[in-house]
Structures are given as C-alpha cells and as structure tokens.
C-alpha cells in the first residue's frame, strides 16, 4: 500500500493536471483501471447516493470504510477517499484517517463544513481554527506517511475567492499535502490560486451541478488533478433510467441491447476468465 501512497503523492507533486476519474463500486474502479488512468477516487456523495441516502452527513463512517476495502481490495490503482468534514471533532478525525487508511485508502479531503448539512444548496462552515485543528489531527494519525491529507475549503460558495484562498492557506499552513478549493470554475481563477498557495491543488468537476471545465481551457494552468467526481454515477443513472422507461414501453429490452455492455466483457471485471 505504501507504494500506491508513493504514486498517488508523485503524481499530486508533478502538478500536471492529471484527469482522476470518481467511482462508487468496485466494478467501476476496475473499469477506471481498464481505461488506463492512474488513479481513482469515491467521493461520500456517490456512496450515500447509492445508498438512497441524500450527502448531508446520513451515512455512517462505518460504511465508508466498509466501501473503501471492497473497491481499494479490487483493484491495483492508488484509491482516495472523501472524508467528508472527518465525521466529527478533532479527535474523530483522527479515527476516521486510521479507519480509512486501514480499509486501503492512500489518502482523504476533509473539507470544512458542518455536518449534519443544511437542506438545499445552503452550507455552513466550521470556523477555521477548528479546521486547522482537524488538519493536524489528520496529519498525526496516519500510519505512512506517503498517506496524503488534502484540505478542503467549500467557502466559494459562501464568501467568494479571496475567502476561499485564505481558508486554503490556513488548510495548508495546518499541514495539509494539497488542497481543494470547490467551486472555481474559471481559468484565471485556477492561476492565481495556483500563484498563491505551496501547496497542490485540486480541482473538481461535477457536471450538471455547475459549470464544468473544458480540458483546453486548463492547458498550463498548473493545478495537480482535475476529480471528475461523479460521471459515471451520473451516466449509469441515466442509462438505467432510459433502459426502465424501454422496458416498461415495449414489454421488453431489445432495442436497449446494443447500449448494454456484453456479459462476456462484464465477467472478466468480476474476476472469472
């Protein structure tokens, strides 16, 4: 596991804007793999989601870590995990990186919102001394420490850029080995945050959520990775919507047949040959 940690911290360092595509099942990691990127991601989002769960703080750690084993055990690609805001105080941060990173995780965002959410698209932030203070849990906690601690800041949404890069360079001043600034969706942006912070960063994409980057727009720009955190839930949704909607109109699912994928392909992702 140490060596995915390595790989996973390499490619984060090298700041090359690497693409990290998001999964929720082991399945869709090994397609992740088949596809040839060099690391995936879970995001709590996609795990409460396939729970029937809304993302507001509802799904315990427990089934996190649970779920982090069967994809990290699945396959040969460093695996990191979202945190969420580490499940609590200091000190339940602290549990949650042992937890994780024992299910196989290579690293978490913790991010700075309260738990549980507000309804809707409202949020609230922890103020940022406690957050510091989850960081340097985190930090502390780890067992290798090639385990990577990206802080996250979602104070765009509530208090604009500037606030933003200042909650990131507390994150980072708190130990933090990258850092997340949600929410920036413009080139001049990504640059000037980049500018600012010593610090990796991460961006991320949630298509239909916002406004999505287009990889030219990101040529140069020099952030670490782009997550694309939900596509392929966003897209199985959408195929499994439209081969329901087939199958209740014609009675059966021929005409959905050639947007399936073969059970002679879906087998060898199960293991069988």
Aim: charged share 20%.
């Amino acid at each position: 596991m140490s060596d995915r940690a390595k790989r996973f911290r390499a490619v984060l360092e090298a700041r090359a804007g690497t693409v990290i595509p998001g999964c929720h099942d082991a399945l869709g990691a090994r397609l992740i793999e088949q596809a040839g990127f060099p690391i995936a991601y879970m995001s709590g989002f996609a795990v409460s989601g396939t729970l029937g769960l809304p993302d507001i703080g509802l799904m315990p750690l427990a089934e996190m870590a649970r779920r982090t084993a069967e994809v990290a055990g699945s396959i040969s690609l460093p695996f990191f995990v979202d945190a969420d805001n580490g499940y609590g105080d200091a000190r339940a941060t602290a549990d949650t990186v042992r937890q994780l990173e024992g299910a196989g995780a290579v690293g978490v965002h913790i991010d700075d919102q309260i738990l549980p959410r507000p309804a809707g698209a409202s949020k609230a932030l922890v103020p940022i001394e406690d957050m510091q203070a989850k960081i340097a849990a985190a930090c502390g906690a780890r067992t290798s420490p090639d385990f990577t601690v990206i802080g996250r800041t979602d104070a765009m949404a509530t208090d604009g850029f500037e606030a933003a890069l200042h909650r990131a360079e507390a994150l980072q001043e708190a130990g933090a080995d990258a850092l997340m600034m949600m929410y920036l969706t413009d080139r001049a942006q990504v640059i000037d945050a980049v500018k600012r912070l010593r610090k990796p960063l991460v961006l991320v994409v949630t298509e239909t959520a916002r406004k999505s980057f287009r990889a030219e727009e990101l040529v140069g720009a020099g952030h670490a990775a782009v997550i694309y955190t939900l596509s392929t839930l966003l897209a199985s949704l959408a195929a499994q919507r439209a081969v329901l909607a087939n199958l209740a109109q014609a009675g059966d699912t021929e005409d959905s047949i050639p947007h399936m994928m073969p059970m002679d392909e879906v087998r060898p992702l199960t293991g069988l040959r």
